[in-house]
């Protein structure tokens, strides 16, 4: 998805949702009186010739899987930092909030392998863990925003929408709620 482009210098928050393969991230203006859209992204994690689903990919090669689950992960960081750098575009960062669901699973890749709902637990946790990486590697405060957090804001996503246009989806909306987080804790420019 195409961006819009932002004023050099401006301040910026940045919401993410992650999805298998890919994230959803939507910069606010950090104006605390008056927050405003920024940007959106759509972002692809990983590349040609990787698996979305590398857990579920490692089943046909268990003795390979801790391989393949680290060349997603160090892939899924590369694009994020990549894609995070052409967001920011020049204006201060304040931070990433990456929108995170609850579920556990093993450390383990061979433990995860054995139940599929961990892999599923696990390949979400690569995604929202690599976008969380990638800010903390470009200098960015990065955090997990638990979805169940989330202040439901009505009115500001709303009206966030209205001016970002379609699509305008649940990802979108809760990336403009994990972004208005950073907002709230008073974080300030460096």
Do not use: C, N
């Not at 995604?127 to 638990?146: I, K, P, S, T």
């Amino acid at each position: 998805m195409a961006a819009v482009a932002g004023m050099p210098g401006e301040a910026i928050a940045l919401g993410a949702v992650t999805r298998t393969g890919l994230a959803v991230i939507i910069a606010i203006r950090a104006d605390p009186t008056a927050p405003s859209f920024a940007g959106r992204w759509e972002i692809t994690l990983v590349p040609d010739g990787l698996p979305d689903q590398p857990y579920h990919a490692a089943t046909a090669a268990p003795g390979d899987a801790a391989r393949l689950v680290g060349e997603v992960e160090q892939a899924v960081e590369r694009s994020a930092v990549a894609a995070m750098t052409g967001a920011a575009a020049g204006r201060a960062v304040l931070g990433i909030a990456v929108v995170a669901k609850p579920v556990s699973a093993p450390s383990d890749v061979a433990a995860v392998l054995r139940s599929h709902a961990w892999m599923h637990a696990a390949e979400g946790a690569l995604y929202r863990e690599g976008v969380l990486a990638a800010g903390r590697q470009l200098g960015w405060h990065a955090r997990a925003v638990d979805a169940t957090t989330l202040r439901a804001e009505d009115d500001f996503v709303a009206a966030i929408g209205a001016t970002a246009g379609r699509p305008w989806r649940r990802a979108e909306k809760d990336a403009v709620r994990a972004a208005l987080t950073l907002l709230r804790t008073g974080l300030t420019q460096a």
